[in-house]
């Protein structure tokens, strides 16, 4: 079965400052998607960044980046230069990479950016 | 364009009741997702349209659950006899999906069903 951990349920940070947000994943398969998804109050699911398994060059969008590390399962978010914006909470979710692609969430990380 | 709008936007209904939810995907999507978020959780999947047809409804907790998308765009989440503990944010999301490639899922706003 495929599960998705979230292990911080709170993170903080300075504006202007870095934050790194943890995720694991557990599969069997060797072709899969790995997404970071924000959402804000409004409850709108915005997607972040995303990473295909078989590519070895992290993902990067801008101020948001990832660590993908294949071995051992683990998808984390680095932003750098915190924005108030960034505040939201934050979903790592996965995806078999097959037509089938109904979305695995952890529970969310909650991120607060202090001015 | 536009984004995926799901209607409507809070829907409280009493024990016992039916109702609707509606989502609209991007135009041109062919595939459509049904996700539940309970309070503190992550989403959890429902069922899966692609074009007509559910591909997927493994997540549909049980009978009383049952959506629909007859031709292939607009989506219909009806939910019978609802009960308290299906208060919850219904998501739904809509992808390309071409053979051979996963696309992302772009989710609307969801709905907040209360059940008093």
């Known amino acids: 079965a495929q599960t998705v951990t979230q292990s911080q349920p709170e993170m903080s940070v300075q504006e202007a400052e870095t934050v790194t947000l943890s995720c694991t994943y557990d599969?069997?398969?060797?072709?899969?998607?790995l997404f970071w998804y924000k959402q804000p109050p409004s409850r709108q699911m915005i997607l972040v960044i995303r990473?295909?398994?078989?590519?070895?060059q992290n993902a990067t969008e801008n101020r948001f980046s990832v660590n993908f590390q294949k071995a051992a399962k683990s998808f984390s978010l680095k932003i750098s230069d915190s924005q108030l914006g960034d505040a939201a909470m934050y979903f790592c979710?996965?995806?078999?990479?097959?037509?089938?692609?109904?979305?695995?969430f952890g529970r969310g990380t909650q991120l607060t950016v202090w001015p | 364009g536009a984004g995926v709008s799901q209607t409507p936007s809070n829907k409280v209904t009493e024990k016992g009741k039916y109702v609707e939810l509606r989502c609209d995907p991007i135009?041109?999507?062919?595939?459509l997702y049904w996700y539940r978020q309970s309070l503190g959780q992550g989403p959890e999947f429902l069922i899966y349209f692609q074009g007509t047809g559910a591909a997927d409804d493994s997540g549909l907790p049980n009978d009383r659950f049952f959506a629909v998308r007859p031709e292939g765009s607009v989506s219909t989440l009806k939910i019978q006899r609802t009960e308290r503990g299906d208060s919850a944010v219904y998501l739904c999301?809509?992808?390309?999906?071409?053979?051979?490639?996963?696309?992302?899922?772009?989710f609307g706003p969801g709905t907040r069903l209360t059940v008093l």
């Open positions: 599969t069997s398969e060797s072709d899969y998607y």
């Open positions: 979710a996965y995806t078999r990479g097959s037509t089938l692609g109904r979305l695995y």
């Open positions: 135009s041109g999507h062919t595939a």
């Open positions: 999301a809509s992808s390309w999906e071409t053979s051979g490639e996963t696309d992302t899922q772009y």
């Open positions: 990473q295909e398994a078989y590519k070895q």
